[in-house]
Structures are given as C-alpha cells and as structure tokens.
C-alpha cells in the first residue's frame, strides 16, 4: 500500500489499482506500463519534477509517449524558466522513488500542470508510488486531487 493508494482511499475515490512485473532493465517507465497493461499510451501518464526559475519545485503530468515542452511548462507556471529538477531532491521532497512518483500524496504538495489532453479520457493512469503499479482514475478526480491547472505542455 502506498501513500497514493491511502490517499485515494481516505477520500473515497473511485480508482483501479493495476500491478505489473517491472522489468528493470525498461529504459522508459511509463511506456513499459503502457505497454504490460495493454493501454494506449496516450492514457497513461508520467508525473515529472521541475525546479521553477525561483527554485521551487512543481510537478508536470504529461502521457508517456510525449516529451515535457519547458517553455511551455514555463508559461503555464508564470515563470521564466524550468529545468528538470535534482533527483536526489525529488526523492527527497515527493517521498517517491523516480519512476514510481505520484502525482499523488508527495511529502510536500508541489503545484502540478496537468497536459491539456488528460481531458481527452474518461479514466486515466498514473503511477501509484512505486514502478509496476498504476492507478487508473477519472482526470477529474486527478486535477481536482492534485489542485492542477491544465494546459499544454507538451511538444
């Protein structure tokens, strides 16, 4: 059971969880998901860590198959610039090991941009804490939970 997980549970959301074996050798997380869980990878989304131009930290969630457009990140943030963030300090700060980071119940609540086309689903996936398990829940209740802002942020 991860803190995502208990979260979910805790407020009642309606959610599947879906658990795969994780081949350690897999070179793209969410991909891999996609592909053991015969989902269309456009479905399932990566939550990655950026620092923002004042050193904070927000979280973009975007689908597997596409790359995090800084700029656009950027924008949709306010700032000047982003950069993907320290590893050590996302472990750190989200309380997640990279390739299974939530966009869920991190340590500390970090601002999230959800891409645009998280909308496009009735359900969608995202990591629930640990690589080889996935949450499967509405993208309502993931912007509503994680307080998002949606915009398009990916190139």
């Known amino acids: 059971m991860t803190p995502a997980i208990i979260f979910l549970k805790k407020h009642k ?12 050798k897999s070179e793209s997380y969410g991909l891999e998901a996609a592909e053991k869980l015969g989902v269309d ?20 969630v975007v689908p597997v198959s596409s790359m995090l ?8 943030l306010g700032a000047k ?4 963030a320290d ?8 309380g ?6 939530s966009p ?3 340590k500390k609540r ?11 689903y009735e359900t969608v996936f995202i990591s629930a804490g640990r690589r080889g398990l996935e949450i499967e829940l509405s993208p309502s209740d993931l912007i509503k939970l994680t307080n998002a802002i949606t915009a398009d942020i990916t190139q």
């Open 69 to 76: 457009n800084m700029k656009l990140m950027a924008k949709a």
């Open 96 to 101: 997640y090991v990279l390739g299974g980071v």
């Open 41 to 60: 990878e456009l479905r399932v989304f990566k939550t990655l860590v950026v620092a923002v131009d004042n050193n904070e930290l927000a979280v973009g």
């Open 13 to 24: 959301i309606t959610h599947v969880i879906h658990e795969y074996e994780h081949d350690s």
């Open 110 to 120: 970090l601002k999230t941009v959800a891409d645009s086309s998280v909308k496009n």
């Open 87 to 94: 590893k050590v300090l996302v472990a750190r700060t989200t």
């Open 81 to 84: 610039k982003v950069a993907m």
């Open 104 to 106: 869920l119940a991190q």
